[in-house]
């Protein structure tokens, strides 16, 4: 029988390249770059394995004056550096896929901490960062100069063997875009002033690109056609559409988006699949070349509809990819109910952002391919028969249990809730995060294909009625809860009137028990909490006071690209928002805050107080049962998750995945995973 999504992998021309099908994954950053090559390799390898057309790297520089540290990304400064790419094309073709490479050359994108070279732009400004440097305004030779160094990087890339080379200039990271902006490009020579003037440079690095490795070699252009800043940048309806236009046949791709990172890659809470749509759908219409975009497409049947729209040629995508390498087979093998589709977190970008490797709340292999053999859908089979009890049925206790169950244990998951998620199911309720419940939804359709692992919510159970049960295999996974005295990151002390009547915790919120009146939030969490609960308790009809001790509003969300969406946001809804403002004392109808640099206090009325501080560890049961083991009354005992340490879910997901890929194996070595060393 015909797969209603054949169209999907109908091969596609690049120009003197083919790709097997439409499912491009588009270049994306990942923490690794030139520092982990190895653990690189695999996680793009495996991205071939499961069906991807095409694998592009992330950023690539080409030369050391434009140096994007601290970010780790990709090198090809030199021809040093093609033995560590040509192992990436090597392992994507090994799969029947294209190769391809973004160069890159940053601009004021470019702070160069580590080669500590000069900047440089069309003009003189500030460098990306708030770092304490400007660029040197670029003259004739400099220009050239680039050129010539993209050109070399261009010969390097084609004898690594990659199939698409990019002209990079998207998502304001890149000098090409810098070029083509009026706030950044102020000359009044031939690369200024007029929109065709200001395209003079990006046309350049097109033509030298396509006479270096236009032979053999697909010449892909990657463009932000919308800024969202209407007449102060670059418009789908102004000048996007007249560069398209201007060089429509030039390149033999179009990769275009909206800028910059956080738009492109905004968050399921902003955004929902496909939205970028309505601002490249214009670019088919005026060019014979295949075009690709991206929207976080997770559902065949959203990508099927960008096809027969003719809104794209190929589906672009980045963070579905992370959640699922495999995605493109199993739309091909009609197993949609597999996919492990993205919850659009942005867990994944935040890695890039910290300089660590990739990670993903749904897959948590995810950057652990090569460093501890992890693959996404095959996981090394048990090597003896144990029964094996789990205690919760959040994130970390389902996926445990679902990871045990693939090696083939008999498993036993009992949680106190009749609805298992955990802390999934209670905040996928909350405003914006109803994506975050494939987490739960993904591991339950898997488990239930298991007849080895049984599932039994409502049976809440003690450290007696677990030892009664027999089993000599027992996993914890009972998760946290917040706080209800304040305690948190900077306040080692309770609040003083944190047992007033009046205060609450996340955890009442979620349990519906909803405050009306002036709600002042105390956010000493500083991620999404506070600020979901906040549009929470508007939508109830409640007066908002946002406090924190940070600088900004949900401080650590800059991390996953959400930080000023989420303060516009409140600011919008008339949120009174105080920062650097630490929670001294609550008392009937006020608090007290002191500044935290100055130390200054001054009082805010409040009928009611949330607090959202730090966690307790749920883990009463693991205490309880330790000396069951120590008395060799059961084998083995641990405790996973955000029982054992509260932290995202991402982590807790993991943990339960390390659980279940470590039960019954023999450590190695000390270092649970490989490390690439430096070579001396």
């Known amino acids: ?20 099908n439409r499912f491009f994954q588009v270049p994306h950053c990942n923490g690794m770059g030139y520092r982990m090559p190895k653990a690189l390799v695999e996680m793009r390898r495996i991205k071939a394995e499961g069906g991807w057309g095409v694998v592009c790297t992330e950023e690539v520089e080409i030369h050391h004056s434009s140096d994007l540290s601290p970010n780790i990304e990709g090198r090809i400064w030199d021809d040093k550096d093609i033995p560590a790419l040509e192992l990436m094309v090597d392992s994507v073709h090994q799969h029947g896929a294209l190769a391809g490479i973004e160069l890159t050359y940053g601009g004021h994108h470019a702070s160069n901490l580590y080669s500590r070279s000069v900047s440089l732009g069309p003009r003189s400004l500030g460098v990306d960062g708030y770092h304490p440097g400007q660029t040197r305004r670029m003259d004739k030779e400099d220009i050239r100069d680039i050129r010539k160094w993209h050109r070399a990087a261009a010969v390097r890339a084609k004898k690594a063997g990659f199939d698409i080379i990019y002209c990079y200039a998207g998502h304001n990271l890149a000098l090409a875009m810098h070029f083509l902006l009026p706030r950044y490009n102020d000359r009044t020579d031939e690369y200024g002033g007029s929109l065709e003037n200001r395209t003079r440079f990006l046309r350049e690095l097109i033509e030298d690109t396509k006479d270096a490795v236009g032979d053999t070699c697909a010449v892909a252009v990657r463009l932000a056609v919308d800024e969202l800043l209407g007449d102060d940048g670059i418009s789908h309806q102004g000048e996007g559409h007249d560069i398209v236009s201007m060089l429509a046949e030039l390149p033999d791709l179009w990769d275009v988006n909206i ?14 699949e496909g939205y970028q749509e309505k601002y490249i759908k214009f670019t088919k219409s005026l060019t014979s070349k295949p075009v690709v975009g991206v929207g976080r497409y997770t559902t065949p049947d959203a990508m099927l509809r960008a096809v027969q729209n003719g809104i794209v040629d190929l589906i672009g995508a980045a963070r579905p990819s992370i959640a699922d390498p495999f995605l493109p087979n199993k739309i091909r093998e009609d197993r949609i109910e597999d996919i492990r589709e993205c919850i659009g977190c942005n867990i994944c970008a935040s890695a890039d952002e910290l300089g660590v490797p990739i990670r993903c709340t749904q897959n948590p292999t995810m950057g652990e391919e090569w460093r501890r053999g992890w693959h996404p859908e095959i996981i090394h089979p048990k090597k003896k028969n144990k029964d094996i009890l789990i205690i919760g049925g959040g994130p970390a206790g389902l996926e445990s249990a679902r990871a045990l169950g693939a090696r083939g244990y008999q498993v036993a998951l009992l949680d106190a809730r009749r609805e298992l998620g955990g802390r999934v199911v209670l905040e996928s309720v909350l405003p914006g995060l109803i994506e975050w419940r494939r987490v739960v939804d993904w591991r339950l359709t898997q488990i239930e294909k298991m007849d080895n692992v049984s599932l039994y919510p409502g049976s809440p159970m003690t450290a007696e009625d677990i030892l009664e049960a027999g089993y000599a295999h027992i996993i914890l996974a009972t998760g946290a809860e917040w706080r209800k005295d304040g305690v948190g990151r900077n306040q080692w002390k309770p609040i003083k009137g944190h047992n007033l009547p009046h205060v609450f915790t996340p955890d009442d919120l979620m349990a519906g028990k909803i405050p009306d009146g002036n709600v002042l939030i105390y956010d000493n969490d ?39 969406k989420i303060q516009r946001r409140l600011m919008k809804s008339d949120v009174k ?12 109808e006020k608090v007290t805050l002191t500044d935290s640099v100055s130390g200054e206090a001054i009082e805010v009325n409040a009928d009611i107080v949330v607090l959202i501080t730090d966690r307790l560890p749920n883990d009463e049961l693991y205490q309880a049962l330790k000396h069951a083991l120590k008395n060799s009354d059961i084998q083995s005992l641990c405790v996973i998750g955000d029982a054992e340490a509260p932290n995202t879910i991402a982590q807790a997901v993991f943990s339960g995945h390390l659980t279940a890929q470590e039960f019954g194996e023999i450590p190695v070595s000390d270092t649970p995973f490989k490390i690439e060393r430096a070579q001396v």
């Open 577 to 588: 928002i105080f920062t650097q403002q630490i929670l001294e004392e609550i008392h009937p």
């Open 1 to 20: 029988m015909d797969n209603k999504f054949d169209i999907l992998f109908e091969p596609v021309k690049i120009g003197p390249v083919t790709a097997p």
């Open 526 to 564: 500083h991620y999404y909490m506070g600020s979901v609960l906040a549009e929470l308790l508007l939508q109830q009809g409640c007066q908002v006071t946002f406090v924190t001790p940070a600088p900004l509003v949900a401080y650590w969300s800059q991390y996953t690209l959400e930080q000023e």
């Open 259 to 272: 800028s910059g990172w956080s738009h492109d890659s905004a968050t399921a809470r902003f955004e929902r």
